[in-house]
């Protein structure tokens, strides 16, 4: 696969059509990423202009993974904490085509969130995943600490139950 380009991405009706897509694609092939299959396409775009509205007040960045022109994956990096948590950052909703996994995507996408959350001051990073089918092999490979697992947290797309499991990784000395 030739290199990917990662970066930041606004609210266009291309960039929400694409993000739309992906997240239709996950949740149908059971991605366990707060949505029930079948995901609308209406309801994933609503998701992803809020979320990107939300990126434009500085509260996320939302990042993308290109293939040429092709988004193929994309990763959001959660900024709006309380008050008393300005030194961490919450990754959420890493999403890979189905084309493009076990190519690099996934891990080059959190290399750019951690280095974006490190450019904005932050040193602790969190995250969490499905106990079942999530992807806990790539977030341990990268690095990041388990913490513990909360059973029956959530329903799958499909139904029935799944846990999750709460990472944390240091991606920098605290101030």
């Given at each position: 696969?030739?290199?990917?380009?990662?970066?930041?991405?606004?609210?266009?009706?291309?960039?929400?059509?694409?993000?739309?897509?992906?997240?239709?694609?996950?949740?149908?092939?059971?991605?366990?990423?707060?949505f029930m299959h079948p995901l609308p396409s209406e309801t994933a775009a609503q998701f992803w202009q809020?979320?990107?509205?939300?990126?434009?007040?500085?509260?996320?960045?939302?990042?993308?993974?290109?293939?040429?022109e092709n988004l193929i994956g994309t990763v959001t990096l959660l900024l709006a904490l309380p008050p008393?948590?300005?030194?961490?950052?919450?990754?959420?909703?890493?999403?890979?085509?189905?084309?493009?996994?076990?190519?690099?995507?996934?891990?080059?996408?959190?290399?750019?969130?951690?280095?974006?959350?490190?450019?904005?001051?932050?040193?602790?990073?969190?995250?969490?995943?499905?106990?079942?089918?999530?992807?806990?092999?790539?977030?341990?490979?990268?690095?990041?600490?388990?913490?513990?697992?909360?059973?029956?947290?959530?329903?799958?797309?499909?139904?029935?139950?799944?846990g999750t499991k709460i990472y944390w990784k240091k991606i920098a000395a605290a101030a």
């Amino acid at each position: 696969m030739p290199p990917i380009k990662i970066e930041p991405l606004t609210d266009t009706s291309g960039i929400r059509a694409a993000l739309s897509e992906i997240l239709v694609e996950a949740v149908a092939n059971g991605g366990n990423v707060s949505f029930m299959h079948p995901l609308p396409s209406e309801t994933a775009a609503q998701f992803w202009q809020n979320s990107l509205t939300a990126a434009s007040r500085g509260e996320r960045i939302v990042l993308g993974a290109f293939d040429g022109e092709n988004l193929i994956g994309t990763v959001t990096l959660l900024l709006a904490l309380p008050p008393n948590q300005p030194h961490r950052a919450e990754i959420a909703k890493m999403l890979v085509r189905l084309s493009h996994r076990r190519r690099g995507v996934a891990s080059a996408l959190m290399g750019a969130a951690e280095a974006v959350a490190q450019a904005h001051g932050r040193t602790l990073l969190v995250l969490d995943t499905a106990v079942d089918d999530g992807a806990s092999d790539l977030y341990e490979r990268l690095g990041f600490q388990l913490t513990g697992i909360i059973p029956d947290y959530a329903v799958k797309p499909h139904g029935g139950l799944t846990g999750t499991k709460i990472y944390w990784k240091k991606i920098a000395a605290a101030a």
